[in-house]
């Protein structure tokens, strides 16, 4: 049974599950991020995931990246699958600009995470929604 790592349950809020991964938006309004997250147990590398789902895998990743740079215009789309901290096996999907605060280096530790306002985190979650079932 697939269980999500408690750093990624607390640090996001789900939004969408797609064709494999679950859909993630990162707590900080600091930049428009996504997480996804395949729903396999004991996956720690894209390596790991077996050639059917590595395609659903990239294809949720280009969903993603296609919402986020439709409704937010971003100069540049950041994709990354570390996993130093959370071994699960995510994805992060970042909208970066030229004036964001860690522009052009990486997004890690330039500032604190500052969390949506319930408002704002509802009303993106639904435009998420919105724009990736339009993707679909």
């Known amino acids: 049974m697939f269980t999500l790592h408690p750093i990624l349950e607390k640090?996001?809020?789900e939004v969408?599950?797609?064709g494999l991964c679950r859909v993630l938006l990162?707590?900080?309004r600091t930049y428009p991020w996504l997480i996804l997250v395949p729903e396999r147990d004991?996956?720690?590398d894209l390596d790991d995931l077996n050639e059917a789902d590595r395609?659903?895998?990239m294809s949720d990743v280009d969903r993603a990246s296609k919402?986020?740079?439709r409704l937010f215009q971003p100069y540049k789309m950041n994709v990354a699958a570390l996993g130093n901290v959370v071994e699960q096996l995510h994805i992060h999907v970042i909208a970066r600009f030229q004036d964001d605060p860690a522009?052009?280096?990486p997004v890690w530790g330039v500032c604190p995470a500052v969390d949506y306002d319930d408002e704002?985190?509802?009303a993106l979650i639904g435009q998420l929604r919105d724009a990736l079932d339009i993707m679909t």
């Open 42 to 44: 004991g996956l720690r």
């Open 67 to 69: 919402t986020l740079k």
């Open 120 to 122: 704002r985190r509802t």
């Open 11 to 13: 640090d996001t809020v």
């Open 55 to 57: 395609d659903r895998v």
């Open 26 to 28: 990162m707590r900080d």
């Open 103 to 105: 522009w052009p280096g």
């Open 16 to 18: 969408a599950r797609l």
